[in-house]
């Protein structure tokens, strides 16, 4: 899938529901946005080790700007702090609110504070 986020498009892929049945109503299950390494890779590293997440979690994968799936754009913008915009702009986008964010080598940089309250460690 992709969507249009500040002044480009990125490709992402969604393993797994936000609601599952509990009972007689709907359960909201975490979301963990996966940033992959990099940089010029995408998303496709994570799979399938990470997909056995997808019965606890909601998976959400994510390419960066120039990279893996999504649209290259001007590569003056390559950057560390407009990717960490991009991945708040992604998460306003498609209101993911306080998504557990695992990033992997490189997708770890990018990080960088993209989501309030987010701490590298």
Known sequence: ?????NDTTLFF????PKLVPDGPSMREKPTVLLLRGGPGFDHSNFKPDYSQL????QLVYLDHRGNGRSDRGDASTWNLDTWADDVKGFCDALEIEA??????SFGGWS???A???????
């Open 99 to 104: 998504p557990i964010m695992l990033g992997w």
């Open 1 to 5: 899938m992709r969507v249009r986020v």
């Open 13 to 16: 892929d969604v393993e797994g």
């Open 54 to 57: 997808s019965d606890v979690a």
């Open 115 to 121: 989501i309030p309250g987010t701490q590298r460690r």
């Open 111 to 113: 990080m960088r504070p």
